[in-house]
């Protein structure tokens, strides 16, 4: 028999999407990190265009930590919020002590890879438990970054 919750949905199928929602809030918070990181140690002739450029990925990536873990609040379940855990759960790369421009760009080309990886598998789970909400903002941020892999590798002048 399916219990639904005060949203509609199938708990089941729920508490199994915010285990999912939560791996991704583990992993954005490294990617966060990470873009904090490269803001703030980037250096040579590039500087002031990338220190703007991570400043404006570390505060969008900041604003979609905070959807996430309202998403699984939505959903009834508590979000991941302890390093500890985020790190147990990382699948995205850590980047220590980047300072330089192209291994910046990189990294955040396989960040976001590997976030649209869990982001795919997410939105897989989400259709399949008839939840929109979480489809929805899969979508927003599967579009968001697709186009932002694309302008990074476009400035490593490598193609998609």
Do not use: C
Request: proline share 1%.
């Amino acid at each position: 028999m399916t219990t639904l919750n005060s949203i509609g949905l199938d708990s089941g199928k729920t508490k199994a999407l915010a285990e999912d929602l939560n791996s991704l809030l583990a992993n954005f918070q490294i990617y966060y990190q990470n873009l904090r990181g490269i803001h703030w140690n980037i250096k040579g002739k590039r500087f002031f265009d990338l220190h703007v450029k991570f400043e404006e990925l570390y505060t969008d990536a900041n604003m979609k930590v905070d959807e996430i873990a309202e998403r699984i609040l939505t959903l009834g379940e508590t979000p991941l919020h302890t390093f500890e855990d985020y790190s147990a759960k990382a699948r995205v790369p850590v980047g220590k002590n980047i300072s330089e421009d192209e291994k910046a760009v990189r990294l955040i080309v396989e960040s976001l890879t590997e976030l649209l990886s869990i982001e795919r598998a997410i939105l897989d789970k989400a259709g399949e438990a008839n939840d929109e909400g979480t489809n929805s903002m899969m979508s927003d941020f599967i579009t968001e970054q697709e186009k932002t892999v694309w302008m990074m590798k476009a400035w490593l002048n490598e193609t998609v």
